[in-house]
């Protein structure tokens, strides 16, 4: 603490990934892929009695150059797995990704020949949330461990 | 059997006009299900919408029989509003040639549902202004309803998404 | 005149080739109903892909738009970004395990599914509901419209631009999740409806809930009366959109909410009564311009008759069971189940049978939902599984409308169209 010491007050000594790290997951901007009832339970989870916006995820961005985060919410057919792949292609880096619902998660009930049975077929999923649908606070819960996965495992040189 | 009152000229109508057409009248819980020949089909549509004012298309419903003979089936859910009844008519198609006329001339609503009925069975429609398929991709070969089509589909037949990115796009 | 093959030509990574071809092709070949001149000598026409993914179609539906500046030439719709073989699957289910799937087509009025499929197998088994159950079906039903039709007004407006009312409908919304969570343990996709009856019992307690909130949502909406009646920019993007003529929408196949803004008042609780309808005193809202703004006034009226409705229902619903007695038509109560043995082996024959319709008949049942008139036609063979089942699905219809009306509107107006159709992906995919 030598150099706290000798800078005195009002100054924070700190890694430079911890602060980046604490910018990115308390700033964590969604996309929400709503595909079908999953993404009812998504404007839930961003309408006011579960509200997303406090933690950090104040505006939900359905531009993808402006999000980091990829919420599939619903399940998706093979014809409209194309469009969500080149979606999560336009997304910049760092981005993460959650399987919102047991369909997308691994297809869930449906089990036929319309529907890919789970995103991580084609999507490099970072959490998964089940429920059918699963209420706004499994959702909120997920987020937060996306935020702690931010704040742990991520790091600036990643970025280069 | 005992129809109402309404069914009964009317299928009296029908059969006076088309005799031979008129293949089966069968009702079941109030639906009154009229089966007609393939031939006269699109005769027996006009004149119901003409005559009997049969204005609104309410659905069309394809159906597999999985017989040898006469395979596929489908099923017109039409509505005069003028005396609040609904009718079904049903007629059947064979498998060699899965061929119907289309009824769009008759009623335009019937452009989707012809289509979902291609898109599902294969059954074509001479005469439809778009012939295509509603729901699955064009490159998708097979026709998911049939019987012998496997509920977890042919793995291949829809191609998953690459996941590397192209460079030049 | 601008060929197809220039989306070809451009190298970029297509997926579906030739899915993407004939789509743009038969959007060429389209025969509009509005005069559009061949020659465009300073190539000024665009295709415009409103895609799958945007914010304003309802789910994921996708829109080709030739637009000459801002005037919609031609579109072409595609659809089936959600197929997944419903009706399939159906074919492999008993009757009672397709419930849920019913709950996840139209997914925004839930409970209405469930019961429209109910009574269509109710019908094909000939099994009588007892009269609780169909009073606690009513409540659902009708709970389940005003749900949609909130939703349909937050969605609307937000897209017009008043971004704050969806968060005012969201709040009324989410009174109604919890008296879905207490009736039946679901916020939304509940399947609480059983063939023959309901799975459990209404308590005081979700009655009294169901009341206050009736109550309370009459003042909002007076409230959001207030709000757009006479609102300037409101009535600007929503009057003289997309109109649509009576002859038009009969022949179009146009049912539902918009049907009865043309005039036409056809409405499948007066025209083939189900549950208690017939008993209930209530009206059906009509309009006669066929614009947007007339389908925006006949929903809100709808959702007055419909507190009409469950007001009604609350003063008048019975003591009694809940389910019929029938062993081989309805499943055993949970009492029975647990305490006697006859109990435990009539549940386990339902979950493995399931209902036995007689071989070789069909019928259907349609019920009006929120979206319009939703039918179940069933196929049976004798066993527990249907042999097919076809789902009338109302937004299906009401997107082939909005391919016909959208020819000759402004770019812009394809959101709000979109908007005062209501249609639902889950339930027009399938």
Same mark, same amino acid.
Not at chain 1, 39 to 46: H, L, P, S, T, V
Not at chain 3, 290 to 306: C, I, P
Not at chain 3, 353 to 358: D, K, L, S, W
């Given at each position: 603490?030598?150099?706290?010491?000798?800078?005195?007050?009002?100054?924070?000594?700190?890694?430079?990934?911890?602060?980046?790290?604490?910018?990115?997951?308390?700033?964590?901007?969604?996309?929400?892929?709503?595909?079908?009832?999953?993404?009812?339970?998504?404007?839930?989870?961003?309408?006011?009695?579960?509200?997303?916006?406090?933690?950090?995820?104040?505006?939900?961005?359905?531009?993808?150059?402006?999000? %980091?985060?990829?919420?599939?919410?619903?399940?998706?057919?093979?014809?409209?797995?194309?469009?969500?792949?080149?979606?999560? %292609?336009?997304?910049?880096?760092?981005?993460?990704?959650?399987?919102?619902?047991?369909?997308?998660?691994?297809?869930?009930?449906?089990?036929?020949?319309?529907?890919?049975?789970?995103?991580?077929?084609?999507?490099?999923?970072?959490?998964?949330?089940?429920?059918?649908?699963?209420?706004? %606070?499994?959702?909120?819960?997920?987020?937060?461990?996306?935020?702690?996965?931010?704040?742990?495992?991520?790091?600036?040189?990643?970025?280069? | 059997? @005992?129809?109402?009152?309404?069914?009964?000229?009317?299928?009296?109508?029908?059969?006076?006009?088309?005799?031979?057409?008129?293949?089966?009248?069968?009702?079941?819980?109030?639906?009154?299900?009229?089966?007609?020949?393939?031939? @006269?089909?699109?005769?027996?549509?006009?004149?119901?919408?003409?005559?009997?004012?049969?204005?609104?298309?309410?659905?069309?419903?394809?159906?597999?029989?999985?017989?040898?003979?006469?395979?596929?089936?489908?099923?017109?859910?039409?509505?005069?509003?003028?005396?609040?009844?609904?009718?079904?008519?049903?007629?059947?198609?064979?498998?060699?040639?899965?061929?119907?006329?289309?009824?769009? /001339?008759?009623?335009?609503?019937?452009?989707?549902?012809?289509?979902?009925?291609?898109?599902?069975?294969?059954?074509?429609?001479?005469?439809?202004?778009?012939?295509?398929?509603?729901?699955?991709?064009?490159?998708?070969?097979?026709?998911?309803?049939?019987?012998?089509?496997?509920?977890?589909?042919?793995?291949?037949?829809?191609?998953?998404? /690459?996941?590397?990115?192209? @460079?030049?796009? | 005149?601008?060929?197809?093959?220039? =989306?070809?030509?451009?190298?970029?990574?297509?997926?579906?080739?030739?899915?993407?071809?004939?789509?743009?092709?038969?959007?060429?070949?389209?025969?509009?109903?509005?005069?559009?001149?061949? &020659?465009?000598?300073?190539?000024?026409?665009?295709?415009?892909?409103?895609?799958?993914? *945007?914010?304003?179609?309802?789910?994921? $539906?996708?829109?080709?738009?030739?637009?000459?500046?801002?005037?919609?030439?031609?579109?072409?719709?595609?659809?089936?970004?959600?197929?997944?073989?419903?009706?399939? =699957?159906?074919?492999?289910?008993?009757?009672?395990?397709?419930?849920?799937?019913?709950?996840?087509?139209?997914?925004?009025?839930?409970?209405?599914?469930?019961?429209?499929?109910?009574?269509?197998? !109710?019908? $094909?088994?000939?099994?009588?509901?007892?009269?609780?159950?169909?009073?606690?079906?009513?409540? +659902?039903?009708?709970?389940?419209?005003?749900?949609?039709?909130?939703?349909?007004? +937050?969605?609307?407006?937000?897209?017009?631009?008043?971004?704050?009312?969806?968060?005012?409908?969201?709040? !009324?919304?989410?009174?109604?999740?919890?008296?879905?969570?207490?009736?039946?343990?679901?916020?939304?996709?509940?399947?609480?409806?059983?063939? +023959?009856?309901?799975?459990?019992?209404?308590?005081?307690?979700?009655?009294?809930?169901?009341?206050?909130?009736?109550?309370?949502?009459?003042?909002? =909406?007076?409230?959001?009366?207030?709000?757009?009646?006479?609102?300037?920019?409101?009535?600007?993007?929503?009057?003289?959109?997309?109109?649509?003529?009576?002859?038009?929408?009969?022949?179009?196949?146009?049912?539902?909410?918009?049907?009865?803004?043309? +005039?036409?008042?056809?409405?499948?609780?007066?025209?083939?009564?189900?549950?208690?309808?017939?008993?209930? &005193?209530?009206?059906?809202?009509?309009?006669? !311009?066929?614009?947007?703004?007339?389908?925006?006034?006949?929903?809100?009226?709808?959702?007055?008759?419909?507190?009409?409705?469950?007001?009604?229902? $609350?003063?008048?619903?019975?003591?009694?069971?809940?389910?019929?007695?029938?062993?081989?038509?309805?499943?055993?109560?949970? &009492?029975?189940?647990?305490?006697?043995?006859?109990?435990?082996? *009539?549940?386990?024959?339902?979950?493995?049978?399931?209902?036995?319709?007689?071989?070789?008949?069909?019928?259907?049942?349609?019920?009006?939902?929120?979206?319009?008139?939703?039918?179940?036609?069933?196929?049976?063979?004798?066993?527990?599984?249907?042999?097919?089942?076809?789902?009338?699905?109302?937004?299906?219809?009401?997107?082939?409308?909005?391919?016909?009306? $959208?020819?000759?509107?402004? =770019?812009?107006?394809?959101?709000?169209?979109?908007?005062?159709?209501?249609?639902?992906?889950? &339930?027009?995919?399938?």
């Amino acid at each position: 603490m030598g150099l706290e010491a000798a800078l005195g007050d009002g100054y924070l000594t700190t890694r430079i990934d911890t602060l980046v790290n604490w910018g990115r997951s308390n700033a964590v901007w969604p996309m929400p892929m709503g595909l079908a009832c999953c993404g009812i339970e998504m404007m839930a989870f961003a309408g006011p009695k579960y509200d997303v916006s406090r933690f950090g995820s104040e505006v939900f961005r359905f531009s993808p150059r402006q999000s %980091d985060l990829m919420i599939v919410a619903g399940w998706c057919t093979f014809k409209m797995a194309h469009a969500v792949r080149r979606i999560w %292609d336009q997304m910049p880096d760092p981005k993460w990704c959650i399987a919102m619902g047991a369909c997308a998660s691994t297809g869930g009930m449906h089990r036929s020949y319309g529907v890919v049975q789970g995103v991580d077929n084609f999507l490099p999923v970072d959490a998964y949330v089940s429920g059918c649908p699963p209420r706004p %606070d499994a959702v909120i819960h997920a987020l937060m461990n996306i935020q702690e996965k931010i704040k742990t495992q991520h790091s600036v040189l990643l970025d280069a | 059997m @005992s129809l109402p009152e309404f069914f009964q000229n009317l299928t009296l109508d029908l059969k006076n006009k088309f005799s031979a057409a008129i293949q089966d009248i069968s009702d079941y819980q109030g639906d009154v299900l009229i089966t007609v020949s393939l031939d @006269s089909i699109i005769n027996v549509l006009t004149f119901l919408k003409n005559e009997h004012r049969f204005i609104y298309l309410c659905d069309m419903v394809a159906a597999d029989r999985f017989t040898s003979e006469d395979r596929f089936e489908v099923i017109y859910n039409i509505i005069s509003l003028k005396s609040q009844k609904r009718l079904f008519i049903k007629t059947r198609c064979s498998e060699e040639n899965p061929t119907l006329p289309t009824s769009t /001339s008759i009623w335009p609503a019937a452009n989707w549902h012809e289509r979902e009925a291609f898109d599902m069975f294969g059954i074509q429609f001479e005469g439809h202004p778009d012939m295509r398929r509603l729901f699955l991709p064009e490159d998708f070969d097979y026709y998911p309803l049939r019987k012998e089509f496997p509920l977890l589909g042919i793995p291949g037949s829809l191609p998953l998404p /690459s996941t590397t990115p192209d @460079s030049k796009a | 005149m601008h060929p197809t093959t220039k =989306i070809v030509e451009k190298g970029q990574p297509l997926f579906f080739k030739e899915h993407q071809e004939s789509l743009y092709k038969s959007l060429e070949d389209k025969h509009t109903t509005i005069e559009v001149s061949d &020659d465009d000598p300073l190539n000024t026409r665009m295709i415009l892909n409103m895609g799958p993914q *945007h914010p304003a179609t309802h789910g994921v $539906l996708r829109v080709l738009l030739e637009l000459d500046g801002e005037v919609i030439m031609k579109n072409r719709l595609d659809v089936g970004y959600l197929h997944r073989g419903v009706e399939k =699957i159906a074919e492999n289910k008993t009757y009672q395990e397709f419930m849920p799937y019913t709950d996840r087509m139209d997914y925004l009025s839930p409970y209405a599914s469930n019961v429209a499929f109910c009574l269509a197998v !109710e019908k $094909l088994a000939q099994i009588e509901v007892p009269d609780r159950a169909q009073y606690i079906r009513m409540l +659902g039903c009708e709970l389940a419209r005003i749900s949609s039709h909130l939703l349909w007004l +937050g969605a609307m407006v937000m897209d017009s631009g008043a971004i704050s009312m969806f968060i005012w409908t969201f709040r !009324e919304r989410e009174k109604l999740y919890d008296i879905f969570d207490l009736l039946a343990g679901h916020r939304f996709t509940v399947s609480h409806s059983r063939i +023959g009856g309901v799975a459990n019992d209404a308590s005081p307690e979700v009655l009294t809930m169901m009341k206050d909130f009736v109550q309370n949502l009459k003042s909002e =909406i007076k409230g959001w009366y207030k709000l757009l009646n006479k609102n300037r920019i409101f009535f600007d993007r929503n009057r003289g959109i997309g109109p649509i003529t009576a002859e038009r929408a009969i022949e179009l196949g146009l049912t539902g909410a918009p049907l009865r803004a043309t +005039g036409i008042a056809y409405d499948v609780r007066k025209f083939e009564p189900y549950l208690k309808y017939s008993e209930m &005193d209530f009206e059906v809202p009509t309009r006669l !311009e066929g614009d947007n703004l007339a389908r925006y006034y006949v929903r809100m009226e709808e959702m007055e008759q419909s507190i009409r409705i469950v007001e009604q229902c $609350l003063e008048k619903i019975p003591k009694g069971p809940i389910r019929i007695d029938n062993a081989k038509k309805a499943y055993p109560s949970k &009492d029975e189940v647990y305490f006697s043995m006859e109990g435990l082996i *009539h549940d386990f024959m339902m979950t493995d049978t399931g209902v036995c319709p007689p071989a070789g008949v069909e019928c259907f049942h349609s019920i009006e939902a929120s979206k319009g008139e939703l039918g179940y036609y069933i196929q049976s063979d004798g066993t527990g599984h249907p042999w097919r089942l076809k789902i009338k699905s109302p937004s299906l219809g009401n997107l082939q409308v909005l391919e016909n009306v $959208l020819d000759g509107q402004m =770019i812009a107006d394809t959101v709000v169209l979109i908007g005062g159709l209501d249609p639902v992906m889950g &339930d027009a995919d399938k």
